[in-house]
């Protein structure tokens, strides 16, 4: 919950208050299948992303692994 809040000291203090450090989370602590810091910087939390040492221009894409035909699809509608 601290991650999300994109707060370095709250986070700073919810490790020290349980006694854990950054490098361990950084190792053991994952996220939508994301280490915590990648997925920090992922999701917008930069703040955070920074404290953590995790790369800021980390790139998301998306494939689409279902697409069966070349055909082009136009989809409309009112508002």
């Known amino acids: ?3 999300v809040k994109d707060n370095k000291l709250h986070l700073h203090n919810t490790l020290k ?12 602590l994952h996220c939508n299948d994301l280490p915590v810091g990648e997925f920090a910087a992922t999701y917008g939390f930069n703040t955070v992303a920074k404290y953590l040492g995790a790369d800021e221009n ?11 035909s070349d055909k082009t699809i136009h989809v409309s509608g009112s508002r």
């Open 1 to 3: 919950m601290s991650v």
């Open 58 to 68: 980390v790139k998301t894409s998306i494939k689409d692994i279902a697409k069966i």
């Open 17 to 28: 208050s349980s006694r854990l450090d950054k490098r361990i989370i950084e190792d053991k």
